[in-house]
T-cell receptor, first 113, second 113 residues
Framework: ETGVTQTPRHLVMGMTNKKSLKCEQHLGHNAMYWYKQSAKKPLELMFVYSLEERVENNSVPSRFSPECPNSSHLFLHLHTLQPEDSALYLC????????????FGPGTRLTVL | GENVEQHPSTLSVQEGDSAVIKCTYS??????FPWYKQELGKRPQLIID?????GEKKDQRIAVTLNKTAKHFSLHITETQPEDSAVYFC????????????FGSGTRLLVRP
C-alpha cells in the first residue's frame, strides 16, 4: 500500500538528538494527523493540520514540533526527547469534507535511549 | 469533552465462534462510527463504518449495529478465523468537526485455532 508513507520506519535516538519524522500522502486529502500509539494510550491524537493550517495541538510537549509545508507532506521534528516518548508514531490523512475515513501510514517505531 | 469507551480490552474466542466488541459515545450529535483493525506490526485499517441514519450494516462476516438512543455501537464478527486476531478500534467524530475522530482504547482479539 502506498497511499500514506512514513519514513523512517524505525528510529533510535538519544535524549540530546534532533531528528525528524516524515509523512507523505498521495490520496489528494487535505487533512493530516499525527498520532502517538503506546501500550498505555493506544491512539493519542497529537496534531491535526487542515488545509496546511494547524487546527489542533492536544497539549503536546514542545519537544515535538510539527510542520506541514503543503497538503501532501507532514513532518514531526523531535528534540530532547524523553524515554517515555518511545512509541509508534502514526501519520494519517483524510478528506476534510465528505467521508471521515482516515488512512494511516505504517508508522515510525521510535525508541529514545 | 467527547469520550468513546470501548469494551472489552481483551477478548479470546475459539475459532468459529462469534466475537462482539462494544463502544459507547458521549456526543448525541455524532453521526459516523468507523471500526479499524490493526494487525500486529501493521497500520490501522478501516474495516466497516456506519452512519447514524441506519441501525445495522453488514459486510460478509462483519457487522456493526448502532443504538442512537443508548449511544452505543457494536462490532460483530461471526465464524471467527485466526486471521481475525488483531486489535480493533472504534471511533466517533469530534464535536463540530467534519473530519477529526476520537478513538476508543482498543480491543485485542485472539482467535484460538
Amino acid at each position: 500500500e502506498t497511499g500514506v508513507t512514513q519514513t523512517p520506519r524505525h528510529l533510535v535516538m538519544g535524549m540530546t538528538n534532533k531528528k525528524s519524522l516524515k509523512c507523505e500522502q498521495h490520496l489528494g486529502h487535505n487533512a493530516m494527523y499525527w498520532y502517538k500509539q503506546s501500550a498505555k494510550k493506544p491512539l493519542e491524537l497529537m496534531f491535526v493540520y487542515s488545509l496546511e493550517e494547524r487546527v489542533e495541538n492536544n497539549s503536546v510537549p514542545s519537544r515535538f514540533s510539527p510542520e506541514c509545508p503543503n497538503s501532501s507532506h507532514l513532518f514531526l521534528h523531535l528534540h530532547t526527547l524523553q524515554p517515555e516518548d518511545s512509541a509508534l508514531y502514526l501519520c494519517a490523512s483524510s478528506p476534510v469534507r465528505g467521508r471521515n475515513e482516515q488512512f494511516f501510514g505504517p508508522g515510525t517505531r521510535l525508541t529514545v535511549l | 469533552g467527547e469520550n468513546v469507551e470501548q469494551h472489552p480490552s481483551t477478548l479470546s474466542v475459539q475459532e468459529g465462534d462469534s466475537a462482539v466488541i462494544k463502544c459507547t459515545y458521549s456526543d448525541s450529535a455524532s453521526n459516523y462510527f468507523p471500526w479499524y483493525k490493526q494487525e500486529l506490526g501493521k497500520r490501522p485499517q478501516l474495516i466497516i463504518d456506519i452512519r447514524s441514519n441506519v441501525g445495522e450494516k453488514k459486510d460478509q462476516r462483519i457487522a456493526v449495529t448502532l443504538n442512537k438512543t443508548a449511544k452505543h455501537f457494536s462490532l460483530h464478527i461471526t465464524e471467527t478465523q485466526p486471521e481475525d486476531s488483531a486489535v480493533y478500534f472504534c471511533a466517533a467524530p469530534v464535536r463540530d468537526s467534519s473530519y477529526k475522530l476520537i478513538f476508543g482504547s482498543g480491543t485485542r482479539l485472539l482467535v484460538r485455532p
